[in-house]
C-alpha cells in the first residue's frame, strides 16, 4: 500500500448502520464469488436516504466510487453483523475510513477481511468537511490533510499489521499461527 | 472476575483474564445462517482448501432463516449451498428447509407466503431455534455470524456475533482471538408491573445508555428482577445488547436455566453436560446501576433508532400504517400469547403482520388455548395476518417479496429489534419499536397506543 492516498471524500452523519451501507436485500450476493463480490461494491452506501444524501457515492451506471476516503461522525457500522459492510465498501473501492467512533463488528470486520483502515479521527470532522473536499491521508504520519488543515489520527495499533497483510488468514499464516497453503 | 471473563477464562485455558486481554478462546459452537453461512464457507475454503474439513462437525449448527420464502433465485441458491456443504462435511446439526437431502429449494410462488412451505426439520430464526434445538448451555462460548448471537447470553453463555472471515477461520481451527470486554452490570430490583414486558426494559436501559453506550463491552443482568424474568423475557433482554454495542449480553445461570437446558437437551439428543459460572463477590465493572422495574412504563424507540427512546403514552399522536410482531427478540410464543391478550374479540385497525420466529411457536400457538380458542385463532380472528413460514421476513426487510416487508414509505410499529431506515424495507420508512403489547394496543387504535388500557 502506498504511503499517502489522496482522493475526494465523501461525508456521512453518525450512526451509519449496515442496512444503510449495504441494504439487506443485496445480502443474498456472496462475497466470495468474485462476479458477486463486484456487485455488492456497486450497491455500496445504496441505504442512504435520498433526501438526506442526495450526493450519489457511485455514480449511476458505474460500479465503483470516486471517492476513496469515507469520513464519518460516531457509531460507524452499527447494527448487524454482516461483514458484506466492509466487504462493499472495499468493492467499491474505498481504501480508508476515518470516523469518530465504530461498532465493533464492523471495526473487526474491516480488520479480518483487509478491506479497509478504519482510522479513528479525534476531532469532528463530518462539521468542517464537505463531500467533493480532497483529502490526504497519510499512513506513516497517521494524519489526514484537509481544506490547507493536517488533523491527527488515533495510531491503529495492533491491528494494523492485520490489516496490511490483507486480512486475518494472510496475517495469520505470517505469524505460523495457522499452517501455510 | 465477572462471568464473561470467568468464561473466557476457561475458555482459553488460564486461570485468570482481565478487561482488555487478547486471548485465544476456544469456540463450543459456531452458529450460521443462509445470508452469511455460504460466504463462511466460501472463506473456510478458500483459506484452508477445496477438501479440508472442519475442526468438528458437531459443534456446527447451521440454522437458514432469513431469506427462505421467497422467489429470489440467490436466495433459494444460498441453502443449497448449506446443504451441500452439511452432506460434505456430514454435519449432524443443519436444519434444511426441505426434507430431501440430494434436493433443491425452491419457493413456490403460487402457494404464497401463509401456508406451511417446508420440511419436517426445518426450525426458523437461529437465535430462537439454538436452545429449542438444545444447542445453548451455560458457561459455553457461542460464536455465531449474525449479531444477535448475543441472545443466547440468557442461558449464561458467552455469545457473539462475528464475521464470515472470523467464522471462516473458526471453522477450520476451532478458535478465534478475542479481547476480553469490560463488564457493564444493570441490577435488576423487584418486578415488572401489569402492561410492561421485558421488551421494555431493554428499550429503557438502551435509551439511558445510549445507542452505543455498550460498544465493545458486556452487558451483564444481575439481581432478584433478573432472576424473577422468565427464560424468554431473558431472551428477549439479551438479545439486544447488539442495539446498545454491545459484544454480549449475559444473565447468571439459574434453577430456571438448568430446567429449560436439560430439557431441552434430552428432547434433541445434543450434549448434555456442562459446567456454568457462578457470581464471583469481587467483580469489577466498568458501569453498575440500578433499575427499579416496578417503576418502568411501556417504551418505545422512535424512529431512527433503538436508542432513540420515549414512553409509549407520549406518542398518541403518531399515525401509524401498519403492526409487525415477530423476529427472534419479539417472535416467541410468550410474545404471540401476550399480544393475543390485547387483542382477543377486537379487530384490528391496521395492517398487522405476525411472523412466529419458530416452527415450534407456530406449533404452540397452535395448541395452547386463550379461553376457548387457540391463540393462533385469536389473532387470526383479530384480522393478524399469520404466517406458518417461521423465519426473519420483514425483520430486516429482505426481497421484495418477503412477507410484510414495507414496500413503500409507511409507518410502521414492530416487535422486532432495528429501525434504523431501510431496516424493513424502504429506506423511507418509518419504524417503531415496542413491545408486544404496545405493538397490539397500537394495532387496534392505529396510533402508538400505551397497551395498559386495553389490560384490566
Ligand atoms: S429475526 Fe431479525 S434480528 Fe433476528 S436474526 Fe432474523 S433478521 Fe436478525
Known sequence: MAKKLISPVYVVSDNIDTDQIIPAQYLTLVPTIPDEYEKLGSYAMAGLPNDLYPHDFIKPGTMKTEYKIVIAGKNFGCGSSREHAPIALGAAGVDVIVAESYARIFFRNSVATGELYPYEAQERLIDTVKIGDIATIDFDGDTIEINGQTHQLKPMGDVRPVIEAGGLFNYARKAGMISKR | ??????????????????????????????????????????????????????????????????????????SNRNVDVLREFAKEQELPYFYDVIDDPNGHWTFNVARGQVGRQHGSRYQGVCHAALPQRGHARPGEVLFGTDSHTCMAGAFGEFATGIGNTDAGFILGTGKLLLKVPETMRFYLEAELPKGVMAKDVILHVIGDIGFDGATYRAMQWEGPGASALDIDDRMTIANMAIEAGGKNGIFPADEKTFAYVNERVRENGTKSSYEPVELDTDQRFVFDRVYDLSKLEPTVAMHPNPGNRALAKALEHVRLDRAYIGSCTGGKTSDFVAF???????????????????????????????????????????????????????????????????????????????????????????VYLASPYTVAASALTGRVTDPREFLS
Not at chain 2, 27 to 34: F, G, N, P, W
Request: charged share 20%; hydrophobic share 40%.
Open chain 2, 340 to 430: 393475543a391478550e390485547v387483542v382477543r374479540g377486537k379487530r384490528v385497525q391496521i395492517e398487522t403482520y405476525g411472523v412466529p420466529a419458530t416452527s415450534e411457536v407456530v406449533q404452540e400457538l397452535k395448541q395452547f388455548r386463550l379461553g376457548n380458542s387457540p391463540v393462533w385463532d385469536v389473532l387470526v380472528d383479530a384480522g393478524v395476518m399469520m404466517t406458518e413460514n417461521a423465519s426473519c421476513a420483514a425483520c430486516l426487510g429482505g426481497p421484495q417479496d418477503t412477507f410484510g416487508r414495507l414496500n413503500a414509505p409507511l409507518t410502521c410499529i414492530s416487535a422486532t429489534n432495528r429501525n434504523f431506515p431501510g431496516r424493513m424495507g424502504s429506506k423511507e420508512s418509518k
Open chain 2, 1 to 74: 472476575m465477572t462471568l464473561t471473563e470467568k468464561i473466557l477464562a476457561r475458555a482459553s485455558g488460564r486461570s485468570q483474564v482481565a478487561a482488555g486481554d487478547n486471548v485465544w478462546v476456544n469456540a463450543d459452537i459456531l452458529l450460521t445462517h443462509d445470508v452469511c453461512g455460504p460466504g463462511s464457507i466460501g472463506v473456510f475454503k478458500r483459506e484452508f482448501g477445496q477438501d479440508a474439513k472442519v475442526w468438528d462437525p458437531n459443534k456446527i449448527v447451521i440454522i437458514p432463516d432469513h431469506y427462505i420464502f421467497t422467489a429470489d433465485r440467490l
